[in-house]
């Protein structure tokens, strides 16, 4: 039962670096959401999807892009890392509208950006 | 957008003691979930909760979307409770689940 798996668990980039974080979901949720937690924060809204080929902004997006390319993979990436974005990213997916709205959570991905 | 606010943002507790959290929305929701992120970082599911009442053990939550708000029970608290309790609610006619500012929770031995 792997549920959302983040991947990288841990990175420390030096600022101007990039790189890409991947979740994966085995449950076939239509949708999936990019979160950043800040320390003491709450969960601030990147980017979502709401189906193979979207995205749409969130509350955070500037700095971030992201490609749901395949139904079950959704991926962040920062193309020129500032410390600034030194967060904990955390990905969550669910089903559609109308077959359950419960979200589901990947076990997070520190980054550190120096 | 929507505001979704937790009361009180601190709690302290004595192991056995009982507590209500608060969760209070600006709009109408269609969805509404309780986490518990415990001390080492991970959401835990609490409650998927739009509306009405649930139990779980110890644990309860109450939804009254007319009135915009939610109620988490804890019962005969222990040490294992500690850590942030946030509540999620997705806005009616949205697909984005937006967090609230959390109550740190934390229980004495």
């Known amino acids: 039962n792997a549920g959302v798996t983040q991947t990288p668990k841990f990175r420390v980039l030096k600022t101007g670096q990039s790189m890409t974080l991947l979740c994966a979901q085995d449950?076939?949720?239509?949708?999936m959401y990019w979160y950043r937690q800040d320390p003491g924060m709450g969960l601030r809204l990147i980017h979502y999807?709401?189906?193979?080929?979207?995205?749409a902004k969130g509350e955070v997006p500037d700095g971030y892009n992201v490609s749901r390319l395949k139904k079950q993979n959704f991926l962040l990436g920062l193309e020129s890392a500032a410390p600034s974005q030194t967060s904990v990213y955390f990905c969550?997916?669910?089903?559609?509208?109308?077959?359950?709205?419960?979200?589901?959570f990947g076990e997070g991905s520190r980054l550190t950006v120096l | 957008g929507i505001q979704v606010e937790q009361s009180p943002p601190d709690l302290i507790l004595q192991e056995g003691a009982n507590s209500t959290l608060r969760c209070n929305f600006s709009?109408?929701?269609?969805?509404l979930q309780w986490f518990h992120q415990n001390p080492w970082g991970q959401l835990i599911n609490l409650f998927y909760i739009p509306s009405g009442t649930k139990q779980n053990g110890r644990l309860s939550a109450t939804t009254v979307a007319t009135e915009r708000y939610s109620l988490l029970y804890i019962s005969s608290s222990q040490t294992t409770d500690s850590g942030v309790y946030f509540c999620a609610v997705v806005t009616s006619g949205t697909y984005k689940y937006i967090f609230g500012t959390g109550t740190r929770l934390k229980v004495l031995a």
């Open positions: 999807s709401v189906g193979e080929g979207t995205t």
């Open positions: 969550a997916s669910r089903a559609r509208a109308g077959e359950g709205g419960e979200l589901f």
């Open positions: 709009d109408s929701v269609n969805n």
């Open positions: 449950m076939n949720h239509e949708y």
